[in-house]
């Protein structure tokens, strides 16, 4: 199972996404920014996670998220969830390295 290399720290969570507000981006083909993980963690429901090679590739990947489990989306990996229950709800948790850019510049927005 992939890993969030240890020097990488959590610099921003999403909302929590239901059905009606989930971003459409989530639902199409999109990627990860260079240099961060996402963390996709089930709160309720089920969530089918897809995972492709390149942008316009085969799936390499399907990986069913159930209630209290999560999946990881490595840098610049093209992906996408789809619902599989209508009670499901999610939210993402974003990981960079902790001196990083990306992390100094979210680092105000924190609640820490």
Known sequence: ?????SDFVNYKSTS????????KMFLHLHNTRAGVYGKIVVTSGQLKFY???????QI?????????????????????VEFLTDDTEFYVD???QQ??????????????
């Open 94 to 96: 974003f990981y960079a």
């Open 1 to 5: 199972m992939l890993k969030i290399p």
């Open 99 to 112: 001196d990083s850019d990306i992390v100094v510049e979210n680092r105000s927005e924190r609640n820490d």
């Open 60 to 80: 390499e990947k399907e990986v069913l998220i159930k209630k209290n489990e999560s999946a990881i989306s490595p840098p610049e990996y093209w992906h996408k």
């Open 16 to 23: 929590t996404f239901t059905k009606e507000s989930v971003p």
């Open 51 to 57: 995972g492709f090679k390149e942008r316009r590739g």
